[in-house]
């Protein structure tokens, strides 16, 4: 469980395939600090670490076929930043929301706009998660715990302060580019219990 609280970024510095998957290895400012199979959301996507290389900071990750189908990080070059952040502790304080680093799909960046401080972001929006989004309710943009501002049939805005802006991945967004989508999970429960009723 996450918060969507980004606490580092980090770089993807290379990647491998392997029989069901990729091997990716992504620097790091927590070599000291982890451990081999401890949880790590990267661009939102919870993954877990294999290995880590204290000689260049970096974490090792074995990522499935699923998880390249249904987030962005098949498609991060090499050299690109992406947003990292551990597992929630026990007695943490949740600054974000509930965030399981589950993706439900890598939805296309429309438009990148600034508005006074602020940079509006528009994002593209599946018919089959509309349901699923309010505006004033949270979801999570390549693990990250934003707001909703406005929503439509085929789209949603965020707006991003300037701090996380600079502190992100997002400051590399550019329209055409694919972000990790995770849902409210109370949304999703909402929405799964009005189909059990109703069927």
Not at 64 to 82: F, H, Q
Request: aromatic share 6%; net charge negative.
């Amino acid at each position: 469980m996450f918060t969507g609280c980004i606490e580092s970024t980090g770089k993807l510095l290379s990647r491998s395939k392997i029989a069901d998957g990729e091997k990716i290895v992504i620097s790091t400012p927590w070599g000291n600090e982890a451990k081999p199979g401890q949880s790590i959301a990267v661009n939102g996507a919870c993954l877990t670490v294999d290995a880590i290389n204290h000689n260049d900071n970096s974490f090792e990750f074995h990522t499935l076929s699923e998880t390249l189908e249904k987030t962005n990080l098949d498609s991060v070059a090499i050299g690109a930043v992406v947003n990292l952040e551990r597992a929630l502790r026990v007695g943490d304080r949740l600054d974000g929301h509930f965030v399981t680093g589950h993706i439900d799909y890598s939805g296309k960046i429309l438009d990148v706009a600034k508005c006074s401080n602020d940079i509006v972001i528009e994002i593209e929006l599946k018919a089959e998660f509309a349901g699923q989004i309010v505006a004033k309710g949270s979801i999570a943009v390549d693990g990250i715990s934003l707001t909703v501002v406005d929503v439509n049939n085929s789209s949603f805005t965020v707006h991003i302060i300037p701090f996380t802006f600079n502190n992100t991945n997002l400051k590399e967004a550019i329209a055409g580019s694919l972000v990790n989508l995770e849902m409210d999970l109370i949304g999703k429960y909402i929405v799964r219990s009005q189909i059990l009723n109703e069927s």
